[in-house]
């Protein structure tokens, strides 16, 4: 009998961006009703090398912003359901209410490093945001009660 693998399509956790300015439906409704936390970055700033692979991923073009520069604001999310779900299963739910794309969520394999990354707690090179800025929805703390 073959080894069951251990890459299962399927995942607890997930992390993904949402930007308010086109996806704020999407937004309030995970807030409301996902078991997640999430973060307002609206102080992040783009780095050197982020304009590099955007000069090797647009044929060598610039983009329209500079290093330095304030990126759009955006959310950092990262939930955990309480039973495994599919990548296309979350993006589907998401899409009733704002567009996004599949890849745009990936699976989380460390919550502590996801839940850190919400203030940029092992990222010194980054702002680093005040942990009275991160939420937990009332769905994580009920789990957590």
Request: glycine share 2%; hydrophobic share 30%.
């Amino acid at each position: 009998m073959p080894e069951p693998s251990t890459k299962s399509p399927k995942a607890y956790q997930f992390m993904f961006v949402l930007y308010p300015e086109s996806q704020q439906p999407a937004i309030d409704y995970i807030q409301a009703n996902w078991p997640c936390a999430w973060a307002l970055h609206d102080k992040d700033t783009h780095t050197e090398q982020e304009f590099l692979d955007y000069g090797k991923h647009h044929d060598g073009n610039c983009p329209d912003w500079q290093i330095g520069d304030l990126k759009k604001p955006h959310y950092h999310f990262v939930v955990k359901f309480k039973n495994a779900r599919y990548i296309t299963g979350v993006a589907k739910e998401i899409r009733k209410h704002s567009e996004i794309n599949d890849a745009a969520i990936k699976k989380c394999y460390n919550l502590y490093k996801a839940y850190v990354y919400l203030w940029h707690q092992n990222d010194p090179d980054k702002f680093q945001y005040d942990l009275s800025l991160i939420h937990i929805s009332e769905p994580t703390r009920l789990q957590l009660i």
